[in-house]
């Protein structure tokens, strides 16, 4: 409550008047049985008591106009707790669904933010369900599981008063339930708890399943690996069962109990009323006002196990929510962060050193400094640590130790987005939104013109196979853009990161896969785009690298040889063997085609 107490504040009109008409269905619950008691002592058995009609209004009246006015009543009370419970339910409905609105946009808004580390460590099916159907279980249990108990709660109070009002003796035995109630009830419903959360989170591993297998179904049919995750699918669905299962015992047993013992209290009351009534102690009309309290009184009880397991459940799915807006971004813009201006381009990386678990060290005490348009290749073998240099240029991490700067200032003194904003970035294999193509190239500048996009995707050689789609730069995509060859997904991308205009451009093995063509094609594009910026470029094809200004051959976090492509086969160090041997691969491989079948 605390937490979402900022939420509800904001729709504090509209639960005040569902607060209203609450509190209107409760006095009307407690009226309810009046009218039947009146009339059982004053026109039923009129004799049977010394009774005197309290009310001068309705002591005048003949029996057969009072009974008139009496079931009028029935009727105006039974009126006035339908439009109260009418209003209290649309209200809080229309409240707790804005409530729900607001929190899950700032959850995705916050989860937008969380930082890659986050991101390795969760599995994004277990987020979507936090965001989807957690949030519609709070949603949906507020109202109709939370908002009865409130109401029940307020009726069992003000009922108690009133039963003791009318005969202490008789309320003390109705309330000798209570205690055994409650010892039963939170009993299991701690069992109820427990259980619900484990099929919570067995319904999100079922969701993380579905969306790693959905996300990569291609690898998943190559590998023939349906049956396997159909199998672990398949356990967390029938634990699920199970569980569910097991809550919905123990929910009805809860509410078996409190049934027994609601006719317990109901034939003690009813054995000790009869023998009050006959020694003129009360009336029929007030034993009967006690039993139908008794009865609604203790429904809050029977409701309280009915709806035990759901709010369980809303309470672990509140829980799962708090515990993702409790995660910190890992990187965030530091105190005193300032917009950067535009960038020259020059970097610098000062002893940098960096791990991704605090047992292994990833880069060790990197230093370099690039002017402004200079272009470094980082070459060498897997595993070495270059997409993380690069990644902490972009401040997807940041150092443990050491700086990272561009024209001459740590970046943690920039602010993160303006500084992600003037690094224009293509992968290996580039992401394409579920968007129309024009869409797609203006992600890298949101406010882009038509011409702008034009140019871009000139400059990235794709414009003319655009123009051949079905419907141009208004084709929509499919996720992951499947319906494109490799070639022309990534010069979508390379369209995308033009439009930025940027002065440092990260290029990650952003030709591997590619047959001769394409490659001459997307090549092509990458001159064009890194033309006069400061490039990195991260490849394993040394021909791609031998031209750039200078090579960085990182190895284990290191940076154990730099210089130009001359410089460093004259050092006869690890970069010229990796070239020779891989000069010597490629000659080996034109040989063999060559060679007759
Ligand atoms: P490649 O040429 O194969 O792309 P690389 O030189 O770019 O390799 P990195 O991807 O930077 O190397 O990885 C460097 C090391 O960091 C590897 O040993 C890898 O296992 C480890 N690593 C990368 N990402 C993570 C991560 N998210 N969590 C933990 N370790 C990671």
Same mark, same amino acid.
Request: aromatic letters at 2%; hydrophobic letters at 40%; a positive charge.
């Given at each position: 409550m605390r937490q979402f107490w900022p939420y509800i504040k904001t729709q504090q009109g509209l639960f005040a008047l569902a607060g209203f008409a609450l509190i209107t269905k409760v006095l009307s619950r407690l009226i309810a049985p009046w009218p039947l008691k009146l009339i059982f002592d004053f026109v039923l058995v009129p004799d049977a008591h010394n009774a005197e009609l309290d009310w001068p209004l309705l002591r005048d009246m003949s029996s057969q106009t009072l009974l008139l006015v009496l079931a009028f009543a029935i009727v105006a009370t039974?009126?006035?707790r339908a439009m109260s419970a009418y209003v209290s339910l649309v209200g809080l409905s229309i409240a707790a669904s804005r409530v729900v609105t607001e929190v899950r946009a700032d959850l995705y808004a916050h989860l937008q933010?969380?930082?890659?580390?986050?991101?390795?460590?969760?599995?994004? /099916?277990?987020?979507?369900?936090? @965001?989807?159907?957690?949030m519609d279980t709070l949603r949906s249990t507020t109202v109709n599981a939370a908002l009865p108990l409130v109401v029940d709660t307020l009726t069992l109070i003000s009922m108690v008063v009133v039963m003791f009002w009318i005969d202490w003796e008789l309320a003390l035995i109705a309330m000798g339930i209570l205690p055994l109630f409650l010892i039963s009830s939170i009993k299991l419903t701690k069992r109820i708890k427990? #259980?619900?959360?484990?099929?919570?989170?067995?319904?999100?591993?079922?969701?993380?399943?579905?969306?790693?297998? @959905? /996300?990569?179904?291609? #690898? #998943?049919?190559?590998?023939?690996?349906e049956g396997r995750l159909e199998k672990i699918f398949g356990d967390d669905n029938r634990q699920s069962l199970e569980d569910s299962a097991q809550t919905q015992q123990l929910s009805a047993g809860l509410q078996r109990t409190a049934e027994i013992l609601v006719a317990i209290a109901t034939a003690f009351v009813l054995w000790r009323g009869a023998l009050i009534v006959q020694q003129g102690g009360a009336t029929p009309g007030d034993l009967l006002v006690f039993i139908t309290y008794l009865k609604t009184a203790f429904k809050p009880t029977r409701d309280l196990a009915k709806e035990a397991a759901k709010i369980s459940k809303a309470i672990a799915s509140g829980e799962r929510i708090l515990d993702l807006f409790d995660v910190v971004p890992a990187v965030q813009n530091n105190h005193g962060a300032i917009a950067a201006l535009p960038f020259k381009g020059e970097v610098a990386f000062n002893n940098v050193y960096f791990a991704y678990e605090s047992n292994r060290m990833i880069l060790e005490d990197v230093s370099f400094e690039v002017s402004a348009g200079e272009r470094i290749a980082l070459v060498g073998p897997s595993g070495g640590g270059k997409s993380t240099l690069v990644s902490l240029l972009l401040r997807l991490y940041d150092p443990l130790l050491g700086q990272v700067c561009i024209d001459g200032k740590d970046i943690r003194d920039y602010t993160i987005e303006s500084v992600r904003q003037q690094v224009s970035i293509v992968l290996q294999e580039s992401v394409l939104f579920g968007a129309t193509v024009r869409e797609n190239i203006a992600y890298g500048a949101l406010n882009a013109t038509e011409k702008e996009i034009e140019q871009a995707a000139k400059l990235a050689n794709a414009h003319d196979f655009i123009m051949q789609l079905p419907h141009g730069y208004d084709t929509l995509m499919s996720e992951r853009g499947a319906t494109l060859s490799g070639g022309q997904r990534q010069r979508i991308a390379i369209a995308r990161a033009a439009i930025r205009k940027a002065r440092i451009v990260i290029l990650d093995e952003p030709t591997v896969g590619l047959d001769n063509k394409s490659e001459k094609s997307v090549n092509e594009a990458l001159r064009r785009l890194t033309e006069g910026s400061t490039t990195f470029l991260i490849t394993h094809d040394l021909r791609a690298s031998k031209n750039f200004d200078r090579l960085f051959y @990182?190895?284990? /976090?290191?940076?154990?040889?730099? /210089?130009?492509?001359?410089?460093?086969?004259h050092q006869s160090g690890h970069y010229a063997a990796l070239y020779q041997l891989q000069t010597a691969m490629i000659s080996d491989r034109l040989k063999q085609a060559a060679a007759p079948i």
């Open positions: 039974a009126a006035l933010r969380l930082s890659l580390s986050f991101y390795h460590k969760t599995k994004s /099916g277990d987020l979507i369900t936090r @965001i989807t159907s957690d427990k #259980v619900s959360r484990q099929q919570r989170k067995r319904e999100s591993a079922m969701a993380a399943t579905a969306a790693e297998a @959905i /996300g990569a179904i291609k #690898v #998943v049919q190559a590998l023939s690996l @990182i190895e284990k /976090g290191r940076i154990i040889e730099s /210089g130009t492509h001359t410089d460093l086969m």
